[in-house]
């Protein structure tokens, strides 16, 4: 009986440990299944089950029955930038060199569009978000800047930025990224040598600037001999008042 015993323990024992033992297997397979990101990150998993994605957390990726990629999720800059003969036309035909930069993000509700339409890896690539909307956010600075005269776009930046954020702000337009704001990093009028007087828009800019150039010379000029003359006329008025008093005295 003591036999018995000591043969029902060990068994026991034994299928007790083999069973821990497979659970400690598959716990250890389904770890290395388990993928996981940071929170600026999302993974992509497509084959069984079609395209799937988790921001900021895990999911299981089976190896042959599945394909997964990380995607980027934090926030991209686009800088878009127009100089001399391509610089922005205004509503004025004044030309301006400006750089424009674009914030953009991927928003977390068109992951798996943007994974079907992009790639995940081309979707997390700067370069590759340039070649994508560089035409596009160029035409809308052509749309944006034909509302505004180049002192007011020189004065005014926060009407534009909230008039191309309006333009661009629909997430189906950006091929599933939102943008998330705007900044103008540079803004000057185009030198006169870069404009074309054969074109009628640059001969007309041309045309405004030397006509605001040449009175605000004039004003300038006014003003300074206005200067000259307030200065001899309290000499003049100082040296009479210094002979009253000689006379006086």
């Known amino acids: 009986l003591f036999g018995d015993a000591v043969s029902n323990v060990i068994w026991i024992a034994g299928v007790v440990g083999g069973v821990l033992f497979l659970l400690l297997i598959l716990a250890v397979s389904l770890n290395k299944f388990?993928?996981?990101?940071?929170?600026?990150?999302?993974?992509?998993?497509?084959?069984?089950?079609?395209?799937?994605?988790?921001?900021?957390?895990?999911?299981?990726?089976?190896?042959?029955?599945?394909?997964?990629?990380?995607?980027?999720?934090s926030v991209k800059r686009v800088e878009i930038k127009r100089h001399g003969k391509e610089g922005l036309i205004c509503m004025d035909n004044i030309r301006a060199?400006?750089?424009?930069?674009?914030?953009?993000?991927?928003?977390?509700?068109?992951?798996?569009?943007?994974?079907?339409?992009?790639?995940?890896?081309?979707?997390s690539d700067k370069d590759a978000l340039v070649e994508l909307f560089d035409a596009q956010f160029s035409e809308a600075?052509?749309?944006?800047?034909?509302?505004?005269?180049?002192v007011d776009l020189y004065t005014d930046r926060d009407r534009f930025k909230v008039e191309i954020t309006e333009l661009l702000g629909d997430p189906e337009d950006l091929q599933g990224y939102e943008l998330v704001s705007t900044a103008i990093d540079y803004l000057e009028q185009t030198s006169l040598d870069m404009m074309n007087n054969k074109n009628i828009l640059d001969a007309e800019?041309?045309?405004?600037i030397t006509d605001l150039t040449a009175r605000e010379a004039i004003q300038a000029n006014d003003i300074e001999r206005e200067k000259e003359k307030?200065?001899?006329k309290q000499d003049v008025e100082a040296r009479e008042a210094i002979l009253?008093?000689?006379r006086q005295q």
């Open 34 to 73: 388990y993928r996981k990101v940071s929170p600026d990150q999302a993974i992509v998993r497509t084959g069984v089950g079609g395209v799937k994605s988790v921001s900021g957390g895990g999911m299981f990726v089976i190896p042959l029955a599945h394909q997964a990629e990380v995607m980027d999720l």
């Open 244 to 246: 009253a008093l000689e």
């Open 141 to 150: 600075l052509k749309t944006i800047g034909k509302r505004f005269d180049f």
């Open 205 to 208: 800019g041309i045309k405004k």
């Open 97 to 123: 060199d400006i750089e424009v930069a674009f914030y953009l993000r991927i928003s977390e509700n068109n992951i798996e569009n943007v994974a079907k339409k992009l790639g995940a890896r081309r979707a």
């Open 230 to 232: 307030a200065i001899v």
